[in-house]
């Protein structure tokens, strides 16, 4: 990350996701970079903090782009990784402008995690910044949190997932060569192969919606093995409907997913699978 002395008010937290409690966050954190004539920004790290994960760094930035003014990424070396709470808020004042600080009632940084937010307190209260703890968000009886939504990706209850993350649980990448036979449903067909570490959603057929270069269109999405081809490579295969014709093979699109249609099904032929998948983007 280039050093950036502006001043600015920092959200302190990793994102990973950028689901509602996040976005109070960060909201406030722009509250208070408005009301102070300061620039508001938001930390995250690089992605080989976390064992596994909904959305990537990229992903993160270009959400988090969209809610702050800038971002500060920080690649989790072992001297990061190592550097005690204040030496961390030393450094995000020295440079990169820190005059004030946003956080969940739970975060936690430093080294062995030994910072959290009595620790910030009494640091912001000696330097003279502001500081923000944004309380518990309960949505439904329960916590909003980043391993709930993950629960709900597994059950594949997308209509949660979704109101929990405001922009709905999407899939950024490259089109890859599958098995060269969409020809035969008559419409494009695109395949991803996912990241090690993404977190994808319960194995099954969902509706989609495709965002590609030629604009939005509706279509199924299959993540998980493909049995009618005897094919067991789990994957994410999305077929676009809405009259879409176009070779997308190496674009980038985003597919984002509405709801859980069915599960998985061997069927007896290509064409009986061909009609399922229209009665599916029918649906």
Do not use: W
């Not at 502006?6 to 406030?28: M, P, S, T």
């Not at 950024?172 to 419409?187: K, L, P």
């Amino acid at each position: 990350m280039i050093e950036n002395t502006e001043k600015k008010i920092i959200a302190l937290g990793y994102f990973d996701c950028v689901h509602i409690a996040h976005r109070r966050i960060l909201q406030k954190a722009r509250d208070m970079a408005a009301s102070s004539g300061v620039k508001s920004a938001a930390i995250t790290f690089s992605d080989n903090v976390k064992s596994s994960y909904i959305y990537n760094l990229q992903e993160r930035k270009k959400l988090l782009s969209e809610l702050v003014d800038e971002i500060v990424t920080f690649d989790f070396t072992e001297s990061i990784k190592n550097m005690s709470p204040v030496d961390f808020l030393d450094m995000l004042v020295e440079k990169y402008g820190a005059v004030g600080f946003v956080c969940g009632y739970d975060h936690r940084f430093g080294k062995n995690a030994a910072g959290d937010c009595t620790l910030l307190a009494a640091y912001c209260k000696e330097k003279g910044y502001s500081l923000a703890v944004v309380d518990k968000m309960i949505d439904g009886g329960e916590a909003v949190s980043t391993t709930r939504i993950k629960n709900l990706l597994q059950k594949g209850d997308m209509q949660s997932v979704n109101k929990l993350l405001v922009v709905p649980y999407h899939i950024t990448a490259s089109v890859v060569r599958g098995r060269g036979q969409g020809h035969i449903f008559g419409f494009p067909t695109v395949n991803f192969v996912p990241e090690f570490n993404q977190i994808l959603p319960k194995s099954g057929v969902y509706s989609t919606m495709s965002d590609v270069v030629l604009g939005k269109f509706k279509s199924v999405t299959n993540v998980g093995i493909k049995p009618t081809f005897n094919d067991t490579t789990v994957s994410v295969e999305t077929f676009i409907g809405d009259g879409f014709n176009g070779d997308l093979y190496d674009e980038k699109i985003t597919v984002y997913f509405n709801k859980y249609l069915r599960d998985i099904k061997k069927f007896n032929s290509p064409d009986e699978l061909k009609n399922q998948i229209f009665e599916d983007i029918r649906r």
